[in-house]
């Protein structure tokens, strides 16, 4: 009697309505306002049945995919952002940095990521790498924690500094812009390479025609994980299957200059959401460009520790959903909203890529692999609906892409190309 009367709690629009009412409050607010107070629950119960009864409501078509290219704008632009200030990059100009074929750039982009830059900038120090091959383009948004000092002192980067925030595309695209070398070697603040982590990148764009190349990241655990660092390390940065699928993470992404050139480098329109490297390598394969997989160009990427940085992740990644719907490549290119499906809600039947952690020999218990089903339901699964809850309705109070957005590409001078250039 008692699995007859749950099953029908859960089919039932109505009661699934107060299911989610009484969940996603607490997880979608408690980022936005820190620890949940009553006026946010309060706002958090009517956002929750919004999502709800959207996911039982009539269902919208999917949106038509329109074609982007993403902008890639002069090394001093003033362009502003949408709903920020006007970005000013000090340090980008490529004039007076000649272009030498054979050299890697290293582009580092990081916000606030003091705590990180250490491990890293001691990592490319210790490259068996020879000096002379490589350089290390380190692009700061807007850090207030003394980040631009910190790698100032080591000596080994080239800084471009943005007054303020400009998002991790358009950061990306400022490295490109500000690099002399012919393969761009992209990581981020919190990773450590491994000392042969250059080499083995340039032997392999010397010695073969690799364009797109994508290398391991490890995510060690440790002997006593945090249930955050298993579900990170289950759940996210998972190499190998975003290869499979087409892309490879920012984290250890390898392209030679001249195609992310001729591509128009990363989307802007992307900047405050992420998921620029996943749309960036769907338009490399459109564009007929395999990407390579290679774990001998390995690095280390620590784990979240925090449930609270996992659903900050989740609800991010959700929040761009909205934009790339109608991107005209990418995974969720034309996809339905996931807010709107009522199988959405469902936790998952097992844990996905648990192998990965055995891999790294550690071995969750009962109990643990209990937790880690809870905490991806809680703070992956339903944050990310939340996030993409929220992003639709930005979306559609402020459209940022339109129909008539243009290709636009580099000239291979730092400014963008006019159609009569290329």
Not at 354 to 371: C, G, I, K, N
Request: aromatic share 8%; glycine share 10%; with cysteine.
């Amino acid at each position: 009697m008692a699995g007859t009367q749950l099953g029908s709690w859960i089919r039932t629009p109505g009661r699934f309505v107060r299911s989610a009412e009484v969940i996603l409050p607490y997880l979608a607010l408690r980022r936005a306002t820190g620890e949940p107070t009553k006026d946010a629950f309060k706002q958090g119960s009517n956002i929750a049945v919004d999502v709800a009864r959207a996911a039982v409501r009539d269902r919208l078509p999917a949106p038509r995919p329109v074609p982007i290219s993403p902008p890639v704008e002069q090394a001093r632009s003033e362009t502003p952002v949408p709903g920020g200030p006007r970005p000013r990059l000090s340090g980008a100009d490529p004039r007076g940095r000649k272009e030498a074929d054979g050299l890697i750039s290293v582009v580092v982009c990081g916000h606030d990521g003091a705590h990180h830059l250490p491990g890293l900038l001691d990592a490319l120090d210790r490259q068996t790498l020879p000096r002379a091959r490589f350089e290390v383009v380190y692009v700061d948004d807007a850090s207030t924690d003394g980040s631009v000092d910190l790698v100032e002192r080591y000596g080994i980067a080239h800084v471009v500094r943005s007054e303020h925030r400009i998002g991790l595309p358009r950061a990306r695209n400022a490295g490109i812009r500000a690099a002399r070398g012919d393969v761009l070697a992209f990581t981020d603040v919190d990773t450590v390479p491994d000392e042969r982590w250059l080499e083995a990148g340039y032997r392999l764009f010397a010695e073969s025609g690799v364009d797109f190349l994508a290398g391991g990241i490890a995510m060690p655990v440790g002997p006593r994980p945090t249930i955050a660092a298993l579900v990170d390390a289950t759940t996210y940065l998972d190499q190998e299957m975003y290869v499979q699928a087409g892309y490879a993470a920012g984290a250890n992404f390898w392209v030679r200059r001249s195609v992310a050139e001729r591509l128009g480098g990363f989307n802007e329109h992307l900047e405050y959401y992420g998921g620029d490297d996943e749309e960036f390598g769907w338009r490399l394969r459109a564009a007929g460009v395999r990407v390579h997989y290679v774990p001998e160009v390995r690095l280390t990427h620590p784990p979240r520790v925090r449930l609270r940085e996992i659903a900050h992740k989740a609800y991010r990644g959700g929040a761009s959903y909205a934009v790339r719907r109608r991107l005209a490549t990418g995974s969720r290119s034309g996809a339905p909203p996931a807010f709107r499906q009522p199988r959405s809600y469902l936790p998952p039947k097992r844990l996905r890529r648990l192998p990965r952690v055995v891999q790294l020999e550690y071995e969750p218990t009962v109990l643990e692999l209990m937790q880690m089903h809870i905490a991806r339901y809680l703070c992956v699964q339903l944050m990310t609906l939340a996030g993409d809850y929220v992003g639709e309705r930005r979306w559609r109070g402020r459209a940022v892409i339109t129909s008539d957005a243009t290709p636009r590409a580099y000239d291979g001078a730092g400014r963008r190309a006019s159609a009569t250039d290329r």
